[in-house]
């Protein structure tokens, strides 16, 4: 069959991927370039033609610059849930899209993690044991407690999921008020009435310009006497100084996977505050993290490819 009676070629689209088309799989013949964000980047004449930019999960920072070298560039798909990061780098007319769903299972099981070891008192335990002393005593139980989760999205959703079992109240906040599945979801107007009443809070909101600086002197006061703070959303959520002052007091707790700043540098106050737990931002960063950014990945260029309407997007041309 001739070329014309088969009609036209179909134009070839070219992807850039932080992963090798076969370990995504599923994939339909397409013209990928793949660069995890290390190393210098792709040649110029291939970045002029990048239609579809999936950007490197651990080496962002690394990409952004390169998006105002990509003139055809159609989409740019996030491997992270917060995509403030990029916004700012975005070109017009180019749609972005994040990676909700990818990191809720990980995400959800640090925050549990970071709640149950601060209660119990494992880093207190681990110092022990590293000094060969044994340091018996009492612990809070997350059982018969309330928790607040503050940012009932699919993370925030996630979170409340793995509580329920330890027997715990949950309460919920939001943006808006909605109906979820397990109970009433609270708008952030109703935090300082809910404050008082929470035992734990959970910071899982993206970070916003109503969102930074959200818990703040006023916020932390407002919640009970030896409450137990716990971030997995973004550092910048927290105002650093105000949490100081209430963890130097005594007042409350904190479990931190975010910090502002971020990377935590060496001799910042906040490592040698007192109950304080904080791990490196490994909230995403877990071995449930590359099967379902695969899966993100296999999903979206599929649909790209045949035209059809992208999940996750958070900024479309025109809006």
């Known amino acids: 069959m001739s070329s014309s009676a ?32 290390r190393g210098e980047p792709p040649p110029a004449p291939l970045l002029a033609a990048v239609e579809f930019f999936v950007l490197p999960y651990l080496h962002a920072a690394a990409a952004l610059p390169l998006l105002d070298r990509m003139p055809r560039l159609r989409v740019v798909q996030s491997l992270s849930a917060g995509v403030e990061n990029v916004v700012p780098f975005l070109p017009p007319g180019v749609t972005l899209c994040n990676a909700r769903g990818v990191h809720d299972t990980s995400t959800a099981e640090l925050a549990v993690t970071l709640v149950l070891a601060a209660l119990r008192g494992i ?27 503050v940012g009932h999205g699919s993370i925030g959703a996630a979170v409340e999921e793995r509580l329920v079992p330890f027997e715990c109240e949950v309460l ?13 979801v609270h708008p952030l107007a ?42 997995v959303a973004r550092g910048a959520v927290v105002d650093t100084d105000a949490l100081l ?3 130097r007091s005594g007042r409350l707790a904190a479990a931190l996977d975010v910090t502002d700043p971020e990377p935590l540098p060496a001799g910042h106050p906040l490592w040698h505050a007192p109950n304080t737990l904080i791990s490196p931002h490994t ?4 071995s449930a993290f590359l099967p379902r950014a695969h899966r993100l990945i296999r999903t979206q260029l599929n649909r790209f490819l045949a035209g059809e309407r992208l999940e996750n997007v958070v900024v479309a041309p025109g809006a």
């Open 190 to 231: 109703e935090l300082p009435g809910l404050l008082p009443r929470a035992d734990v809070v959970v910071l899982t909101l993206p970070l916003t310009e109503t969102t930074r600086g959200l818990v703040d002197a006023r916020f932390l006061a407002a919640m009970k006497d030896g409450a137990l703070l716990v971030n």
């Open 6 to 37: 088969a009609g036209p070629a179909r134009p070839t689209v070219r992807i850039l991927l932080p992963y090798p088309p076969a370990q995504i799989g599923r994939l339909p013949e397409l013209a990928a370039t793949v660069w995890d964000g």
């Open 245 to 247: 002052a209430q963890l």
């Open 123 to 149: 880093p207190d335990f681990v110092r022990a044991q590293d000094a060969g002393v044994w340091r018996p005593g009492p612990a809070a139980s997350l059982a018969d407690r309330t928790v607040l989760v």
């Open 283 to 286: 909230g995403g960063n877990s």
């Open 172 to 184: 919920r906040v939001a943006r808006t008020a909605r109906t979820a599945p397990r109970g009433p």
